[in-house]
């Protein structure tokens, strides 16, 4: 926490954007042009107030040892971005991309999503010199994330315990749930292997890679799984993905929010640490 605390206060000490609380994009590695930082600024606050979601963007020259993650709720907590923000941290040492959602938005942005934004839309550009390209597409993708719409509800009321026996000639419930986590998972693994590519090579990962499931799915919340990989290559890597939840309502029974809606009043910090992922590049 020490760390963290004098990597913060340095930041904000030398900021003079954030000292006016106006600025939500720092560019501390200096890896922007002046023309770059100043479009990336008036995308960032022309998004704010129209969709009222306050997207964020900090360069690091050097994180040292500090966990990118921790750096990144750390940050959207001392700037007040609210709970309904966005952060993409860029790191040039050690080579780390991160994306931390803020609370409300943390099941829109989860592991799975954060780091295949990282990976794929960020982390090739910067690997290929385009460090305002990468903003850019980073930027790009969190909204399209933004602008997907909610998951479809079911007509009247969830499906519950008692409408699993009505419809399967009252089969019990139990052995019917092993049944639905079991082809969730197949499939969700299956799914796992389809066009992954090496993060060095772009090759198609080896098929025989092993899977590890580390949060099984249930009705209500996806499940996560990791792919660990060695390519022909050489490159050792982890790929994080989704397994679909076995229902498609929330712990409430209403549709999950993966929205662009506006807002609703803040109480407490901007990110409780839920959410968010990265990678290397």
């Known amino acids: 926490m020490r760390t963290i605390g004098a990597l913060l206060a340095v930041l904000l000490a030398t900021s003079p954007a954030f000292a006016q609380g106006r600025s939500f994009v720092e560019d501390r590695a200096s890896i922007l042009s002046p023309s770059e930082l100043a479009a990336i600024e008036s995308r960032v606050q022309s998004y704010a107030a129209r969709e009222h979601v306050q997207l964020a963007v900090l360069t690091l020259a050097d994180a040292g040892t500090t966990d990118p993650k921790a750096i990144a709720v750390a940050t959207l907590n001392e700037w007040n971005a609210g709970q309904r923000s966005v952060l993409l941290l860029i790191c040039m040492n050690p080579h780390e991309v991160f994306i931390q959602p803020g609370t409300q938005l943390a099941s829109t942005f989860d592991e799975a999503t954060a780091s295949a934004i990282c990976r794929d839309e960020v982390g090739r550009r910067l690997r290929a010199g385009m460090r305002g390209g990468a903003i850019e597409a980073g930027l790009d993708a969190i909204e399209a994330r933004l602008k997907e719409p909610p ?131």
């Open 151 to 281: 998951r479809a509800s079911q007509q009247g009321h969830p499906m519950g315990p008692l409408d699993f026996v009505c419809c399967c000639g009252g089969l019990s419930v139990p052995l019917l749930l092993v049944g639905v986590v079991v082809f969730s998972i197949t499939y969700g693994t299956y799914k796992l292997f389809r066009g992954h590519r090496c993060e060095s090579c772009d090759r198609r990962i080896p098929r025989g890679s092993p899977v590890t499931v580390e949060r099984e799915p249930t009705l209500t919340y996806p499940g996560l799984s990791y792919i660990s990989y060695t390519c022909v290559c050489g490159f050792s890597g982890r790929i994080a993905r989704n397994i679909p939840s076995l229902g498609g309502t929330g712990s409430d029974g209403s549709s999950y929010d993966w929205g662009s809606g506006g807002g609703g009043s803040d109480s407490g910090p901007s990110s409780d640490g839920g959410g968010g992922g990265g990678s290397s590049w």
